[in-house]
């Protein structure tokens, strides 16, 4: 059994976290084993359901409540074999739920992949404003250039104020 700064240390979480993650989902109905001292301590599956919440959470923008419903009736089943008088009364509720978490994994997946292509298409615009950006300053240069070959040749000594632009000495 692990205890909150060993879950937390697994997830790259402060403890502080896991006991907020622990506190929802035990609101839902999850299940987490606590010592005869009321301390409480974590299986392996604990820390799965703890990964799982954690990364519905960045992955959704999910709040943590609505993410540990999610997650908690999506483990519930596994404690069908352990407490089946606790859960018999909630078995449509659980599979409402399980219809909801897929619906909503798929549509994280959507989402996901809409933002590889919209990454993929600002890539290309990025580059495409860079290509334009270094033709803008060929343009310019080019510019400058032609601008100084004009003014050296109508550049007159003060001196020679009196002499047309046409004159040549």
């Known amino acids: 059994m692990k205890k909150t700064k060993d879950i937390a240390g697994f997830l790259?979480?402060?403890?502080v976290t896991i006991r907020k993650y622990c506190g929802a989902l035990e609101k839902h109905g999850y299940i987490v084993f606590k010592d005869g001292s009321g301390q409480r301590q974590y299986s392996d599956?604990?820390?799965?359901?703890f990964q799982e919440l954690k990364a519905l959470c960045e992955r959704s923008g999910?709040?943590?409540?609505?993410?540990?419903?999610v997650?908690?009736?999506?483990?519930?089943?596994?404690?069908?074999v352990i407490a089946p008088s606790v859960l018999e009364p909630e078995k449509h509720d659980l599979m409402r739920y399980d219809k909801r978490y897929d619906q909503?994994?798929?549509?994280?997946k959507e989402m996901v992949e809409r933002n590889e292509r919209q990454?993929?298409?600002?890539?290309?615009?990025?580059?495409?404003?860079?290509?334009?950006?270094?033709?803008?300053?060929?343009?310019?240069?080019?510019?400058?250039?032609?601008?100084?070959?004009?003014?050296?040749?109508?550049?007159?000594?003060?001196?020679?104020?009196?002499?047309?632009?046409?004159?040549?000495?």
């Open 12 to 15: 790259g979480v402060e403890p």
């Open 45 to 49: 599956k604990d820390a799965t359901v």
């Open 62 to 69: 999910m709040t943590v409540d609505a993410a540990a419903e």
């Open 71 to 80: 997650v908690a009736t999506r483990n519930l089943r596994s404690f069908d």
């Open 104 to 108: 909503m994994m798929e549509a994280v």
């Open 119 to 169: 990454a993929a298409e600002l890539e290309r615009i990025h580059k495409r404003m860079d290509d334009q950006n270094a033709n803008i300053t060929v343009i310019l240069r080019e510019i400058l250039e032609t601008r100084r070959m004009l003014a050296a040749a109508n550049d007159k000594k003060w001196w020679q104020f009196w002499r047309k632009s046409n004159d040549s000495s």
